[in-house]
């Protein structure tokens, strides 16, 4: 696959996130929440990575990916990495 294209789902996949939180009515305490879990997934990830040798790089790209998805987030980069050996 090209960088474009994961890029773009990528970016659709943003897009409807923020569509949804917007629409909850409730968007700050929805954005807050996906932060908070995002950042604890995260969290448990690399603790477990010291057991498993799996971690995900904690830099301003997967933070703010984390923060705005969440758990999914967490999730698609363990995939990413995965897919490519990063």
Not at 12 to 32: E, N
Not at 48 to 58: C, E, I, S
Not at 62 to 77: D, F, N, Q, R, Y
């Amino acid at each position: 696959m090209s960088a474009v294209l994961i890029c773009a789902v990528l970016a659709l996949a943003l897009l409807a996130v923020l569509i949804a939180f917007l629409r909850s009515g409730r968007f700050f305490g929805a954005l807050f929440s996906s932060a908070v879990q995002g950042a604890v997934s995260l969290l448990a990830v690399n603790v477990a990575g010291m057991l498993t040798g799996v971690t995900v790089a904690v830099n301003p790209v997967t933070l703010t990916a984390v923060s705005l998805l969440g758990i999914p987030g967490t999730i698609g980069l363990l995939l990413l990495n995965a897919i490519f050996q990063i």
